[in-house]
């Protein structure tokens, strides 16, 4: 029997990392990705077409005959990939648009959270005529969070003390958004669970964390994501145990009565305070990118058997196994990243094959990267690759990945220092 077609949407480093898992699969005969990057074009037939054009998507899924369509990134699965792909007969491994609307509008994430009963930060939403000198005074005390109600690339958040630049975000949201949440702050610290659900169950990968800010120590503006590690010491199992019972359980329950059922990851931003009571930051609808990458390669279940399962509400007749090691993950950006990245040059250093060290493996995840006309690898956006590593000890795991992208050439470029900090 011949086997699978699957099309992998999106040209990050998660996609990649998705690309990596399926090539690997004894299940998949013929792996495609849309629009894809230089990494994925070793493991996929690349195709230009764009993860927000779904016309053009649903096209190449039934000319190359897809037996399953994995999303990548949000965009397509609120523009209704999902519905439509369904509509057609093909399986997708991502939520239809009104749950995908999860991580569209930040607003309808809190109305669920409230209406499951899950506990996240006290908020205001605030539109044209509200008083928001009041709802500033509601949250003093604390750095104000407010963030924009729409997809902002993971880049629509502001946390900050100066009270003039907290009212100068939320004027300028609403001038733009129509309206805008400003939010209590929560105290803790961040971990992220991905969780594959669909109407039969859900299974929770280990937990992991981001390092947001662009720069060492926490510095600097807000990215994408500079780089994760996994597991992350700081969900201890009775913090994952209250965070199945008090957040992704109600979670699995609401999202049961909805007309279809969630079929995909949802991505849980968890804030872990003290008290070891962890909230609810936010919901993404889709693989984080970077966690994504560090968080694939704990499983030791087939990855395929896993997105097509949940695709098709027969998760619960898996057993999904889990490798017993440690995980790290450094991005490189470019120069100018995050404001204004610049792209088109050379990267040198850069080799296909895992790296082997003792019971390390190291590998290179590629995001924004392409090939110019000679054929030579250049960067093509922002976060232009991350060297990940797999190893016993999270220590050995993060060093390896440092010795690797010590090992890469692009000019201008940066990366963080200090990835694993908190847990090292």
């Given at each position: 029997?011949?086997?699978?077609?699957?099309?992998?949407?999106?040209?990050?480093?998660?996609?990649?990392?998705?690309?990596?898992?399926?090539?690997?699969?004894?299940?998949?005969?013929?792996?495609?990705?849309?629009?894809?990057?230089?990494?994925?074009?070793?493991?996929?037939?690349?195709?230009?077409?764009?993860?927000?054009?779904?016309?053009?998507?649903?096209?190449?899924?039934?000319?190359?005959?897809?037996?399953?369509?994995?999303?990548?990134?949000?965009?397509?699965?609120?523009?209704?990939?999902?519905?439509?792909?369904?509509?057609?007969?093909?399986?997708?491994?991502?939520?239809?648009?009104?749950?995908?609307?999860?991580?569209?509008?930040?607003?309808?994430?809190?109305?669920?959270?409230?209406?499951?009963?899950?506990?996240t930060a006290a908020f205001h939403v605030l539109s044209e005529g509200s008083d928001?000198?009041?709802?500033?005074?509601?949250?003093?005390?604390?750095?104000?969070?407010?963030?924009?109600?729409?997809?902002?690339?993971?880049?629509?958040?502001?946390?900050?003390?100066?009270?003039?630049?907290?009212?100068?975000?939320?004027?300028?949201?609403?001038?733009?958004?129509?309206?805008?949440?400003?939010?209590?702050?929560?105290?803790?610290?961040?971990?992220?669970?991905?969780?594959?659900?669909?109407?039969?169950?859900?299974?929770?990968?280990?937990?992991?964390?981001?390092?947001?800010?662009?720069?060492?120590?926490?510095?600097?503006?807000?990215?994408?994501?500079?780089?994760?590690?996994?597991?992350?010491?700081?969900?201890?199992?009775?913090?994952?145990?209250?965070?199945?019972?008090?957040?992704?359980?109600?979670?699995?329950?609401?999202?049961?009565?909805?007309?279809?059922?969630?079929?995909?990851?949802?991505?849980?931003?968890?804030?872990?305070?003290?008290?070891?009571?962890?909230?609810?930051?936010?919901?993404?609808?889709?693989?984080?990118?970077?966690?994504?990458?560090?968080?694939?390669?704990?499983?030791?279940?087939?990855?395929?058997?896993?997105?097509?399962?949940?695709?098709?509400?027969?998760?619960?007749?898996?057993?999904?196994?889990?490798?017993?090691?440690?995980?790290?993950?450094?991005?490189?950006?470019?120069?100018?990243?995050?404001?204004?990245?610049?792209?088109?040059?050379?990267?040198?250093?850069?080799?296909?094959?895992?790296?082997?060290?003792?019971?390390?493996?190291?590998?290179?995840?590629?995001?924004?990267?392409?090939?110019?006309?000679?054929?030579?690898?250049?960067?093509?956006?922002?976060?232009?690759?991350?060297?990940?590593?797999?190893?016993?000890?999270?220590?050995?795991?993060?060093?390896?990945?440092?010795?690797?992208?010590?090992?890469?050439?692009?000019?201008?470029?940066?990366?963080?220092?200090?990835?694993?900090?908190?847990?090292?």
């Amino acid at each position: 029997m011949a086997g699978k077609v699957v099309l992998v949407v999106g040209g990050g480093g998660r996609e990649h990392a998705l690309c990596m898992e399926l090539k690997d699969s004894s299940h998949v005969g013929e792996l495609h990705c849309a629009p894809g990057n230089a990494g994925t074009s070793f493991l996929a037939t690349n195709h230009p077409i764009t993860a927000a054009d779904v016309d053009g998507l649903l096209n190449l899924a039934n000319r190359v005959g897809a037996d399953l369509v994995v999303a990548g990134p949000e965009a397509p699965l609120c523009a209704a990939l999902a519905d439509r792909l369904e509509a057609i007969g093909i399986p997708c491994f991502g939520p239809v648009a009104k749950l995908a609307n999860l991580e569209g509008s930040k607003l309808h994430a809190k109305q669920v959270m409230r209406a499951a009963n899950v506990p996240t930060a006290a908020f205001h939403v605030l539109s044209e005529g509200s008083d928001i000198e009041a709802a500033l005074d509601d949250f003093a005390g604390n750095p104000w969070v407010v963030k924009r109600d729409v997809l902002a690339g993971g880049k629509g958040v502001v946390v900050t003390q100066d009270r003039n630049e907290a009212r100068s975000f939320i004027q300028t949201s609403i001038q733009t958004d129509g309206q805008v949440l400003l939010e209590d702050f929560l105290p803790g610290e961040e971990a992220s669970m991905l969780v594959i659900m669909d109407g039969s169950g859900f299974v929770c990968l280990p937990a992991s964390q981001d390092h947001k800010r662009a720069y060492d120590g926490d510095e600097g503006p807000n990215t994408g994501g500079m780089g994760a590690y996994c597991p992350a010491p700081v969900v201890t199992d009775a913090v994952r145990q209250k965070a199945i019972d008090t957040i992704i359980e109600p979670m699995h329950e609401y999202l049961l009565a909805a007309e279809t059922p969630y079929r995909g990851v949802l991505y849980v931003g968890l804030m872990i305070p003290e008290s070891g009571e962890p909230n609810v930051v936010e919901f993404n609808v889709r693989f984080g990118d970077p966690e994504c990458q560090i968080t694939l390669p704990l499983l030791k279940t087939d990855v395929f058997e896993i997105l097509e399962a949940a695709s098709k509400d027969r998760l619960a007749e898996l057993d999904v196994e889990f490798h017993d090691f440690f995980t790290a993950t450094v991005v490189l950006a470019a120069e100018g990243y995050p404001a204004s990245p610049v792209k088109g040059r050379l990267i040198h250093g850069v080799g296909q094959e895992t790296i082997q060290s003792g019971d390390s493996t190291a590998w290179v995840n590629h995001a924004g990267t392409g090939f110019d006309v000679q054929g030579n690898l250049i960067s093509t956006g922002g976060r232009g690759l991350s060297c990940s590593a797999s190893g016993p000890t999270l220590a050995a795991s993060v060093k390896l990945a440092y010795e690797l992208i010590e090992n890469i050439e692009l000019e201008g470029s940066h990366y963080r220092k200090d990835i694993a900090f908190r847990a090292l």
